[in-house]
């Protein structure tokens, strides 16, 4: 079974600038989280999608963040202008949630540094 | 009161030895707890969980110990091996309708040859 896809693995940009991540869940995921980790820190839960639902989307900074999920399989983060303090880790997990301890698998994360 | 708070924040052990990490929770809502895995350049993987209506659960070398009226969980690596050497985050799930995942800040690891 193929893991979360996720890419750029690696990003650069200087502050004000804007960027994006890609991710592909895991093949029949219904449910699809995006999290943010600041070094030394645990992932911190963004967004959370149900199919192309936003279940979640408390902890989101909606003035500069945006995410979507078309179709209900992939999906995109966005930050638009990018600050110093987003320099992190984006990881993106999938679970098929048909219980509720179902697991979420995680992909390898986009690890973003802002200048 | 949706925090998890977890100890200590590194740990050094030698190859053999127990680790030990510490987590403590507040909020009573919480009501699945797994511990991840992280390596270097990876995500965090599922490493074992538990129901709070369990004190123990066993996985290999891998043992949660729960205490629910303490609000106090912990991990316990038994045999500890170089292999082990990562990142280690507790975490507290909320069944919001939809499962919520808290993390804890992490222990990292470190097993000396």
């Known amino acids: 079974e193929a893991g979360v896809a996720q890419s750029p693995r690696y990003k650069i940009i200087e502050k004000r600038q804007s960027v994006a991540f890609w991710c592909n869940p895991i093949s029949g995921h219904a449910t699809l989280y995006w999290y943010q980790q600041i070094l030394g820190q645990g992932p911190k839960l963004l967004i959370q999608?149900?199919?192309?639902?936003?279940?979640?989307d408390s902890q989101l900074p909606k003035d500069r963040f945006s995410a979507e999920r078309l179709k209900g399989v992939d999906s995109t983060l966005k930050i638009q202008p990018a600050k110093l303090e987003d320099s992190a880790v984006y990881l993106c997990a999938s679970s098929s949630y048909l219980v509720f301890t179902d697991t979420q698998y995680f992909g390898p994360g986009t690890r973003l540094t802002v200048l | 009161q949706q925090q998890v708070k977890q100890s200590p924040q590194s740990l050094i052990v030698q190859k053999g030895g127990i680790s030990i990490i510490n987590c403590a929770y507040e909020?009573?809502?919480?009501?699945?707890f797994p511990w991840y895995q992280q390596f270097p350049g990876k995500g965090p993987a599922l490493l074992i969980a538990?129901?709070?209506?369990?004190s123990e659960k066993k996985e290999g070398r891998f043992t949660i110990s729960f205490n629910k009226s303490a609000k106090q969980f912990s991990l316990h690596i038994m045999d500890s091996q170089p292999g082990d050497s990562a990142t280690y985050f507790c975490a507290a799930t909320l069944n919001t309708g939809f499962q919520k995942l808290v993390f804890g800040t992490g222990t990292r690891l470190l097993v000396s040859p």
């Open positions: 909020n009573t809502a919480f009501d699945y």
């Open positions: 999608f149900q199919n192309n639902g936003v279940v979640d």
């Open positions: 538990i129901r709070p209506d369990v």
